[in-house]
């Protein structure tokens, strides 16, 4: 069982930057690879980047160029950094751990990110 608990999410204004990260309670962080999901009412969940063990990215095409993910394996975290955020960017950002092989998929409970002048 893996435990992820987000943090950083908050109000910023449109054209602003925040940094979220999420710490993951595993002794096998390298196993998974990490990503950041969003989610508005009404809509699916969507994928908005991953990060492999190796580093290899991908990138949701409406935040390339903006977001950017990282992860730290020596201290079981990972991050993403926000920047020229808009108000399509509001929504409740999740951290996710996922192992194909292991079949195993786990979520955090999220951080609300709020894009408003």
């Known amino acids: 069982q893996v435990q992820l608990k987000e943090s950083g999410g908050g109000l910023v204004q449109p054209g602003g930057s925040l940094r979220l990260s999420c710490a993951a309670s595993?002794?096998?962080?390298?196993?998974?690879?990490m990503g950041w999901y969003r989610q508005v009412p009404g809509k699916q969940r969507e994928l908005v980047a991953n990060?492999?063990?190796?580093?290899?990215?991908t990138y949701g095409d409406s935040v390339k160029g903006r977001f950017t993910i990282s992860r730290d394996n020596a201290k079981n975290m990972v991050y993403l950094q926000m920047d020229n955020l808009n108000p399509d960017d509001m929504a409740m950002y999740y951290c996710?751990?996922?192992?194909?092989?292991?079949?195993?998929?786990?979520w955090g409970q999220g951080t609300q990110v709020t894009v408003s002048s």
């Open positions: 990060i492999g063990n190796g580093g290899k990215t």
């Open positions: 595993t002794s096998l962080f390298t196993l998974y690879i």
């Open positions: 996710n751990a996922k192992n194909l092989a292991l079949r195993e998929n786990y």
